[in-house]
């Protein structure tokens, strides 16, 4: 049986473009170096989430994996306001 493995990056492209828009907004002078080593750690975080299988007409089984920032993205955004925090004022 052949098998097809996808991986749908619909989720995990919706979670980066909203960090990068947040970015945008709150450092429109462009991102300090301190967030954009934080941000390139992301990477690292990506998570397998909802997981489906189909069997196709041609008998091909296609499995299909979500993917997603896990907790790396609210570990991003705690660096964001901490980083906010110690530089205000």
């Known amino acids: 049986m052949t098998t097809r493995l996808e991986f749908d990056t619909e989720a995990i492209s919706d979670q980066v473009a909203g960090v990068v ?3 945008a907004f709150k450092f429109p002078e462009g991102v300090p170096d301190e967030l954009v080593g934080e941000f390139l750690g992301l ?3 990506v998570t397998l989430g909802e997981t489906t299988a189909t069997i196709g007409a041609d008998g091909t089984l296609q499995i299909t994996c979500a993917l997603w920032l896990g907790n790396g993205l609210e ?3 705690s660096a964001v306001r901490a980083f ?3 530089h205000a004022g």
Do not use: L, T
Request: charged residues 35%.
């Open 43 to 45: 990477a690292s975080e």
């Open 84 to 86: 906010e925090m110690i």
């Open 21 to 23: 828009d947040s970015m």
């Open 75 to 77: 570990r991003f955004a």
